[in-house]
């Protein structure tokens, strides 16, 4: 067993895209931390749920619930919109406010079950499914895209894994080393956590190596009660260089990851224990 460092942060996105809420503590589930993502916007034209990814203005807006979630109740979730307008998830004028702020129709809902596969099922903007996934992932057409080995096989046809707003895994972790390491990479751009929207930031042992958590994948990790089994590095797409509140657009940030960091930043991981987990709490690598 080794020590690797320490719960610095905790987030929770109530709706997915959207900026979260900071939280001190947690009860992990093998559905992560209740409550995340548990509301997505519903583009009406495309028939497909979407994220920033392409409805940038999306995280332009900040979501906190207004009662913790309990079980797999999905609880109303306040916006707070560019401008200061605030509406719940759960009011009639949401969708209007929401489609007006993203110039389309759009709807807002709570998870579904797992068995509405028409409403999980991906409508691409483009047949070709490689050119729709670099421009998602925001790829240049001179860079080389992610490995994709060791996703999910069902988000090549659903927005996410069934019953969820995950973009693959149910919970990402980042460390302050690979924070500062990327930084040292582009002293000129911000490397702000909230690009990155980790669930788990992990204030890193000293002696930890540059980019640690990679060397994580395929082993478990135990926070506070809970057992933790780190899947893949988190590949990074076209939402690290967008505007959201404090943070400026910079498309460089996301060309300084595809070129000095292997095209990822932090990783992703399930929960094969559950548990509670708190601010402070030791991460052991079993």
């Not at 959207?18 to 992990?28: K, N, V």
């Not at 300084?256 to 094969?272: F, H, K, P």
Request: hydrophobic content about 40%; glycine content about 10%; overall charge neutral.
């Amino acid at each position: 067993m080794k020590i690797v460092g320490r719960v610095k942060e905790l987030w929770r996105f109530p709706v997915k895209s959207m900026g979260g809420e900071r939280l001190r503590e947690a009860t992990l589930t093998p559905r992560g931390i209740p409550g995340d993502r548990g509301w997505a916007l519903r583009d009406e034209k495309s028939g497909e749920v979407r994220g920033a990814k392409k409805m940038p203005a999306l995280i332009r807006c900040t979501a906190a619930y207004v009662q913790e979630p309990a079980g797999d109740s999905i609880p109303p979730a306040l916006i707070a919109l560019p401008g200061g307008t605030s509406v719940l998830s759960t009011d009639p004028a949401a969708n209007g406010l929401l489609s007006a702020l993203l110039g389309r129709s759009v709807t807002i809902w709570p998870q579904q079950p797992a068995d509405r596969l028409d409403f999980y099922r991906r409508h691409p903007d483009n047949p070709d499914l490689a050119v729709e996934l670099r421009g998602m992932l925001g790829r240049l057409p001179d860079e080389p895209m992610p490995n994709l080995d060791g996703l999910p096989p069902e988000i090549f046809e659903f927005t996410s894994p069934l019953g969820t707003y995950f973009d693959a895994f149910p919970l990402h972790l980042l460390t302050t080393a690979s924070l500062r390491e990327i930084g040292s990479c582009n002293r000129a751009a911000s490397f702000d956590v909230r690009r990155f929207r980790p669930n788990i930031l992990i204030e890193s042992e000293p002696e930890l190596s540059r980019y640690e958590e990679t060397q994580w994948a395929g082993g478990e990790l135990a926070i506070g009660d809970a057992r933790i089994a780190v899947t893949i590095p988190a590949m990074r797409c076209v939402m690290t260089t967008l505007e959201q509140p404090g943070v400026p657009k910079d498309p460089s940030v996301l060309r300084t990851i595809v070129r000095d960091s292997g095209q990822t930043l932090g990783v992703y991981a399930n929960i094969t224990r559950s548990g509670k987990i708190a601010l402070g709490d030791e991460v052991t690598l079993l």
